[in-house]
């Protein structure tokens, strides 16, 4: 079954620091996408970034970098001088294209960023 | 402005009563899924539909039915809801294979 594993159920950070999420996942397919979204306590599911399983080069979004090892099946995203507004939950996806567009979610890590 | 709507936002109902919960895109986007969360578990995804009259099952679809009559509505149905489908709900839309799901703001649904 295609899994997706999140292994810190809540973190904490002071503002202004480096903050690292971890993310696993097992697939047997070659070619996939992998997501994080970040659900603040609004509850609205926001694209923080996103990356193809073809490409070496980690996707980069501003503050936020992923560390994408296609070998070991990781996919740990970076969050540089964290904000107050980074709170959230955030969640690890994986899309794998059985041609139901289905993402398979993480259970998702509670990040605080303390002032 | 892009988005995906849900009705209701909120909604308290008792155990057997009929309810829809409604799913608008205005994006023009061929994909459309629901989803629930719940507590340790993520999001799963209920139901998902590739195109007009196109739908399929997904993870935990039992006790749900979806129809799309048209591209850019897609409603949930719980023709007897029961207690364990309290939860947190989502409608998701997307352009096509591989591309971003852009997400509904929601719908927080308890059974009594």
């Known amino acids: 079954a295609q899994t997706v594993t999140q292994s810190q159920p809540e973190m904490s950070v002071q503002e202004a620091e480096t903050v690292t999420l971890s993310c696993t996942y097992d697939t047997s397919e070659n070619n996939y996408y992998l997501f994080w979204y970040k659900q603040p306590p609004s509850r609205q599911m926001i694209l923080v970034i996103r990356q193809e399983a073809y490409k070496q080069q980690n996707a980069t979004e501003n503050r936020f970098s992923v560390n994408f090892q296609k070998a070991a099946k990781s996919f740990s995203l970076k969050i540089s001088d964290s904000q107050l507004g980074d709170t959230a939950m955030y969640f690890c996806a994986l899309n794998e294209n059985f041609g139901n567009e289905k993402l398979t979610f993480g259970t998702g890590t509670r990040l605080t960023i303390i002032p | 402005e892009a988005q995906v709507t849900q009705n209701p936002r909120y909604l308290i109902t008792v155990t057997g009563k009929k309810l829809t919960v409604t799913c608008s895109q205005n994006?023009?986007?061929?994909?459309m899924s629901w989803y629930r969360q719940d507590p340790g578990l993520g999001l799963r995804q209920i139901y998902y539909s590739m195109n007009v009259e196109v739908t399929d099952k997904g993870d935990v679809p039992e006790g749900y039915k979806v129809s799309r009559k048209e591209k850019r509505n897609f409603p949930l149905i719980l023709e007897s809801p029961s207690p364990n489908q309290t939860s947190l709900y989502f409608c998701?839309?997307?352009?096509?294979?591989?591309?971003?799901?852009?997400f509904g703001p929601g719908t927080r649904l308890t059974v009594l």
């Open positions: 994006m023009n986007h061929e994909y």
């Open positions: 998701a839309s997307s352009p096509g294979v591989y591309n971003e799901q852009f």
